[in-house]
């Protein structure tokens, strides 16, 4: 059962530097995808099968919706459909698929002989991934949700400040005046070009 751990541990290892590496925001999610499926066999081959359950859950579920979601806000308007089609090229799904493959291969071969693959002394059940997140940890747990909600905020600002940009055809200045498409000064708070004098 070492062959399956070490297995799993270079597919999220690989999986990783790709996710680190990419351009697209798309293609890193997707690498990212894998990266967690494969800790989630790693927690299962060390005898936590509860925590491989949450990684499944919580971060390949969950957390890649949000991570979908806040995609899906920030791309707006026909260009970036074009965009996201030249993105998703068949060439782009061959490093996913064949790490995804691997993954499958070892998911099989683990429920076949589910008797024999943990390696730990004991097995980690719920109540000890209870009392380790709510008890030293709890800062921790916090912390990352605070730093999530955070970030998630950003993003809608981000994705707002942008929508209005390409609805409103304005122009930000240098010196952060708003400027119609015309050329002519922005009324604070209307959005319409202020009058000639």
Known sequence: MDTLFY???????LATVMVITCL?????????????????????????????????????GAIMVLFVFVVMMLNLGPRTTETERIWLNPKMWIGPCILAAILI???????AYAGAVRQGTASVGPKEVGMALFGPYVIGVELASMLL?????????????????????????????????????????????????
């Open 149 to 197: 909600l955070g970030a998630l905020v950003g993003a809608y600002h981000l994705g707002k400040q942008k929508r209005e940009r390409l609805e409103t055809g304005d122009v930000i200045d240098s010196d952060a005046t708003r400027t119609a498409a015309g050329g002519n000064p922005v009324r604070p708070g209307t959005g319409r070009p202020a009058r000639a004098a």
């Open 7 to 13: 297995v799993a541990a270079v597919v999220a290892i």
């Open 24 to 60: 697209n925001a798309v293609h890193a999610l997707l690498y990212l995808i894998v990266s967690l499926l494969s800790v989630a066999i790693v927690f299962f081959t060390l005898g936590a099968p509860f925590l491989a359950a949450l990684e499944v859950i919580i971060y390949a």
């Open 105 to 111: 291969a070892e998911v099989a071969y683990l429920l």
